[in-house]
């Protein structure tokens, strides 16, 4: 009785919450590779970008920059009520939003995007320290915490579609041993997903990029097993451009995921090179030409993004003012004319299969074995026995931890040691036993290696006035090292996360500790897909910690 009481309760709560919602919107599943409403029909994916471009850098060897900030859309009530009536006019379903701030209010933004009954694709990064950092992946506790924390916000709204992993990570070969950091991320999203019986995919959104590694990138992250698989392969698609064909601008990228195993859809389209942008692509996307591998995709973007190509808006914005451009206006006649394919029903889609994953070879570099799921209490144990601390004097602790983590190693090299306990590889699957930690602690770590490995003297923790002796530590090196070992021994494996707790003591979540994708420059012909995306910080000791990746960060 009881319990029977409790969950009348919260489904009060519920419907008072969504009191004004009349038409709940109908739950979307994944089966097989298609997705589908509750009443059995397919769903399609029919959207529109939705993020106001944050502040980008103005690299001249970058026209596709990725932001250093961002604007949660989705807490901006009036500029929601401003927008909507635009995106019904596009007779969209569903919004991309690339980040968000889960300690603002959504309630009124995603109650009247349900009652309108569009659904919402989030990406769970954010800009700096908030992305798995491609040029020094690492799959932490901060980022699962931070990919948690907005998890547990939006889980309430009954339009919550999917849940993006990451954007754009993976850009060059070399890339590609972060694969196995964006593995576990779905992994360790899904099971969390899972246990707390929240509705929402799991996906990712790649660059568009050569099929030697587009390939085997959507086939990893689709291999092995369904908990450790994204439901949804988003592809941030700008073949298209102008009056194109289909068999000129989509027909290679159909037969190359014609045998996929999950959902796929494009997570960005709309090429600008070759304008006026007529959206013609729409026709062939949702055609029964194309509805056997894609479902369906988003238009990019409905707010102004400014790029070295030029302009993705569809939409100028002053104060409460929309005004809409020809881009848009042919977009809702593209968008308004769809009669996509309600085939094949949903038992015919079976429950899925997963292949095994791709071998590594000289292109692809990723390793079958995952790392293991971020643990915060282990951290924080750890942390708590370290003989030196990261003590920083400034919030921002983004724009430095990167350099001091570069210099600690180096004068821990110097000593004698080395950074593999916190670094690892996705080539070679090996992890050192503090990676997982977030960058804060990872740095008190490399400072107490420094410190107990010139036998204590006070100077080596002082690193300029960031660090601070811990005088509640164990007494001699061999306690501090048992301590940690007993700490870190109980998790070093795959686990469901649980909701984040209180951060570590020292640092709790920290900055990325490395440089960016800024770098990367997007092969042209996709080159507007960094312009949203972004992956990894810029600026933070970019080309220190590369040189440090290379050496003693990475185990052998
Ligand atoms: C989220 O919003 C809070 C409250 O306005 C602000 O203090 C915080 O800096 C924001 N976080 C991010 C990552 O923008
Ligand atoms: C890949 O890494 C190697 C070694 O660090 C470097 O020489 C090469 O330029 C990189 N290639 C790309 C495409 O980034
Ligand atoms: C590596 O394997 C992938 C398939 O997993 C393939 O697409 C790619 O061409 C291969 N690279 C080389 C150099 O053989
Ligand atoms: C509407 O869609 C149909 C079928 O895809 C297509 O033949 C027709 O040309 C479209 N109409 C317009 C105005 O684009
Ligand atoms: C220090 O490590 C020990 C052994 O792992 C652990 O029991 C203890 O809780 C840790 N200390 C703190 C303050 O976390
Ligand atoms: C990013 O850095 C800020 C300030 O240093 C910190 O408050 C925040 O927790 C960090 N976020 C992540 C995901 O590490
Ligand atoms: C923190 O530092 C980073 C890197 O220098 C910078 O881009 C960011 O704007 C800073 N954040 C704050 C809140 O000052
Ligand atoms: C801490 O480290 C940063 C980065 O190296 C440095 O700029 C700063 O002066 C150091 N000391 C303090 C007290 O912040």
């Not at 919107?25 to 059995?40: I, W």
């Not at 005004?323 to 593209?334: C, G, M, S, Y």
């Not at 006035?465 to 164990?474: C, F, L, W």
């Not at 040189?547 to 990475?554: D, H, R, Y």
């Amino acid at each position: 009785m009881r319990l029977s009481t409790s969950v009348a309760r919260i489904a009060t709560a519920a419907a008072i919450l969504f009191a004004t919602n009349v038409h709940a919107l109908q739950k979307v599943t994944r089966a097989g590779r298609y997705l589908y409403t509750d009443d059995g029909n397919r769903f399609y994916i029919k959207g529109v970008a939705y993020q106001p471009q944050g502040v980008t850098s103005t690299d001249p060897n970058n026209p596709f920059p990725e932001p250093s900030s961002f604007t949660d859309p989705l807490a901006d009530s009036a500029g929601c009520a401003r927008d909507i009536p635009f995106l019904q006019q596009l007779s969209v379903n569903a919004i991309r939003v690339y980040s968000v701030n889960s300690s603002l209010n959504h309630d009124s933004c995603m109650q009247a995007l349900s009652a309108a009954g569009i659904y919402t694709i989030l990406d769970l990064s954010i800009p700096l320290n908030g992305s798995i950092d491609r040029s020094n992946p690492a799959w932490t506790t901060n980022l699962l915490d931070l990919y948690l924390t907005t998890i547990d916000v939006f889980s309430k709204y009954d339009n919550m579609l999917a849940y993006n992993i990451g954007n754009e990570v993976i850009v060059d070969s070399n890339g590609t041993a972060a694969a196995p950091y964006i593995k576990a991320a779905a992994r360790d999203v899904k099971a969390y997903l899972t246990s707390k019986n929240f509705q929402g995919l799991v996906g990712y959104a790649a660059i568009d990029q050569s099929p030697d590694l587009l390939i085997p990138l959507a086939n990893y992250l689709s291999c092995d097993a369904n908990t450790d698989s994204i439901d949804l392969f988003g592809l941030n698609n700008y073949e298209w451009c102008g009056d194109d064909t289909f068999a000129a601008a989509y027909a290679n990228i159909e037969g190359a995921f014609a045998g996929y195993n999950v959902a796929a859809y494009f997570s960005e389209f709309g090429c600008i090179t070759q304008p006026p942008r007529l959206w013609t692509e729409v026709q062939a996307l949702f055609s029964d030409q194309m509805s056997p591998v894609w479902s369906g995709g988003l238009a990019f973007s409905y707010f102004p993004a400014e790029s070295g190509q030029g302009e993705f808006g569809m939409v100028t914005i002053s104060g409460n003012t929309v005004t809409p451009n020809a881009d848009f206006t042919r977009l809702v006649a593209q968008y308004g004319n769809i009669t996509a394919p309600n085939t094949p029903s949903k038992s015919d889609a079976g429950a899925g299969t997963y292949p095994s994953c791709p071998a590594a070879n000289s292109t692809w570099l990723a390793s079958t074995t995952l790392p293991p799921t971020p643990d915060d209490t282990a951290c924080a144990c750890a942390v708590n026995n370290l003989s030196c601390q990261f003590t920083p004097q400034t919030t921002n602790t983004t724009a430095i931890v990167g350099q001091l983590i570069d210099a600690a190693c180096g004068s821990l090299g110097g000593a004698g040691g080395n950074c593999n306990d916190i670094g690892g590889s996705g080539s070679a699957g090996t992890y050192g036993r503090f990676s997982y930690c977030d960058p804060n602690s990872k740095l008190s770590f490399i400072m107490t290696e420094f410190y107990e490995a010139t036998s204590r003297n006070a100077q080596s923790c002082n690193f300029a006035g960031n660090a601070t002796i811990n005088k509640n530590a164990p007494s001699s090196v061999s306690a501090v090292n048992a301590a940690v070992s007993q700490c870190l021994s109980k998790s070093q494996g795959t686990f469901t996360p649980s909701a984040p707790g209180t951060p570590a003591a020292t640092g709790g979540s920290g900055g990325g500790g490395g440089g960016s994708g800024s770098s990367s420059t997007p092969k042209s012909s996709s080159a507007a897909l960094g312009r949203a995306g972004f992956e990894g910080a810029f600026g933070i000791g970019a080309m220190l910690v590369a040189a440090v990746v290379g050496g003693v960060w990475t185990l052998a």
